[in-house]
Nanobody, 116 residues
């Protein structure tokens, strides 16, 4: 079955960096658009970044443009989110999403906390 396992979250000071990873299995990763979403307490889940199957095309939420970078390694079946210049408002649970032919699939999420 489809599995998405996120890792790399944690506590970081404002201005710091983190790199999230999402290891995928159970579907054809190389033909699937992958995305990162986040959900802060009391707020709706929002799209952070997405990347097409080849990695040529990406898009970002306005709030993270210039600070976050999404990438993928199809050989490793892994999608990444490099987060730089982190702000307290980036604090949230970050979820990996796969737009598979079976439908949208989610990972369990990884907590990112930006605080001094």
């Amino acid at each position: 079955q489809v599995q998405l396992v996120e890792s790399g979250g944690g506590l970081v000071q404002p201005g710091g960096s983190l790199r999230l990873s999402c290891a995928a299995s159970g579907f054809t990763f190389s033909t699937t658009t992958m995305s990162w979403y986040r959900q802060a307490p009391g707020k709706e889940r929002e799209l952070v970044a997405a990347i097409t199957k080849t990695g040529i095309s990406t898009n970002y939420a306005d709030s993270v443009k210039g600070r976050f970078t999404i990438s993928r390694d199809n050989a490793k079946r892994t999608v990444y989110l490099q987060m730089n210049s982190l702000k307290p408002e980036d604090t949230a649970v970050y979820y990996c999403n796969a737009a598979t032919w079976l439908g949208s699939r989610w990972g369990q999420g990884t907590q990112v906390t930006v605080s001094s």
